[in-house]
């Protein structure tokens, strides 16, 4: 927005009368307002950082980009997949009380799952980074925080 490019040097020059516009004032005033520009260039720099912070989601192709953007910003080899995941086999409801009675089709053994091993290996994705890329674990963990959705478990695989 347009609202907060200041430059000061030209807002001086346009503010100050044209019979005070010497170099010297000029140099005098630049000195002053140098605290506020310094100022200034902090607030834009973090006004960027949140602009870009808020444009990232819990989504996998936005946390693929903060991770790549942080971590390997020229190959960007850093990707996401998803958990493994069970087919659970359904016997019968608790309300129906029947009796237990499991017999495998065709003499193959039948695995049940419980409704953890169900869901998935513990994890509902994976994040790939591959072996040769250094970084400190407990950044990428921390990114990966801030930005997963809060009940979605994850584990860091070295490929």
Request: charged share 25%; proline share 2%; glycine share 4%.
């Amino acid at each position: 927005m347009k609202y907060f490019n200041i430059n000061y040097i030209r807002l001086i020059q346009q503010l100050l009368p044209v019979v005070f516009r010497k170099d010297l004032i000029m140099a005098f005033l630049r000195v002053l307002t140098s605290p506020i520009s310094r100022l200034h260039n902090l607030f834009m720099q973090n006004r960027s950082a949140n602009i870009y912070h808020l444009g990232i989601t819990g989504q996998i192709c936005y946390l693929e980009k903060v991770l790549n953007d942080r971590f390997d910003s020229s190959q960007r080899r850093i990707y996401i997949s998803n958990g493994n995941f069970f087919d659970q086999v359904y016997i019968f409801t608790q309300d129906e009380e029947l009796d237990l009675f499991i017999d495998g089709e065709g003499g193959e053994d039948l695995y049940l799952f419980t409704e953890q091993e169900s869901g998935s290996e513990s994890v509902d994705f994976i994040v790939n980074v591959p072996l040769d890329l250094q970084y400190n674990d407990a950044e990428m963990k921390a990114i990966i925080d801030m930005y997963k959705l809060a009940s979605k478990t994850y584990k860091i695989d070295k490929k």
